[in-house]
């Protein structure tokens, strides 16, 4: 399985990006399919993901402003990024794992990583 993460960008604050996260190998139906982060000097952290059964999670730190999104058709996810902030300057990271897991927001459960995309906010 390969995950192909592209979308990242320069943006001011307030502003939106949207990712894109494109498997191949293997179908991304039935999978656990996440996004994490990972700033200068900080450990990689949980930022969102969509479960086998379509529920979502958020970290706290992005309710409200991100959406996870997947299109089987395409197999292939999204992330929406709105009001963003300069905290929110990061590598982001696409992640996959099958069968699924309730430790979802544990970057160790995900055996398929992308290749990371560079998010930048400036103020």
């Known amino acids: 399985v390969q995950l192909q993460a592209s979308g990242g960008g320069l943006v001011q604050a307030g502003g939106s990006l949207r990712l894109s996260c494109t498997a191949s190998g293997r179908t991304l139906r039935g999978g656990t399919l996440g996004w994490f982060r990972q700033a200068p000097g900080k450990e990689r952290e949980f930022v969102t993901v969509v479960r086998e059964n379509n529920a979502k999670y958020y970290a706290d730190a992005v309710r409200g402003r991100f959406t996870i999104s997947r299109d089987s058709a395409k197999n292939t996810i999204h992330l929406q990024m709105n009001s963003l902030k300069p905290e929110d300057t990061a590598v982001y990271y696409c992640?996959?794992?099958?069968?699924?897991?309730?430790?979802?927001?544990?970057?160790?459960?995900?055996?398929?990583w992308g290749q990371g995309t560079q998010v930048t906010v400036s103020s």
């Open positions: 992640a996959a794992r099958w069968p699924h897991t309730v430790q979802h927001h544990y970057a160790s459960e995900y055996p398929y």
